[in-house]
């Protein structure tokens, strides 16, 4: 089993900075790749970004060169440093974890961007 813990969340002015934290417990493998969601009132959950074997990184165009994802495999957990916030990356966000066909999710942590 895997359990998924997000913190960080919180309330941002636009071109403000968070970061998120994701914290890791059970069957976690660093090989194993790594990513965030997030969903906005109405809208379906979408993707975020992934960290894979070796830090590979990917991100959503909407995200990519403001936010960063990384992972600290001794301490079981993942960050996303979002900067340069717009009212538009407002949502609940969650990070995920694959393990063989099962994906986990945390509870989520609420960003919300005011302009």
């Known amino acids: 089993q895997v359990q998924l813990v997000e913190s960080g969340g919180g309330l941002v002015q636009a071109g403000g900075s968070l970061r998120l934290s994701c914290a890791a417990s059970g069957s976690i493998f660093s090989i194993n790749p790594m990513g965030w969601y997030r969903q906005a009132p109405g809208k379906q959950r979408e993707w975020v970004a992934t960290i894979a074997i070796g830090g590979i990184t990917n991100y959503a165009d909407s995200v990519k060169g403001r936010f960063t994802m990384s992972r600290d495999n001794a301490k079981n957990t993942v960050y996303l440093q979002m900067n340069s916030l717009k009212p538009e990356d407002t949502a609940v966000y969650y990070c995920?974890?694959?393990?063989?066909?099962?994906?986990?999710w945390g509870q989520g942590t609420q960003v919300t961007v005011s302009s």
């Open positions: 995920s974890y694959l393990l063989n066909t099962q994906r986990y």
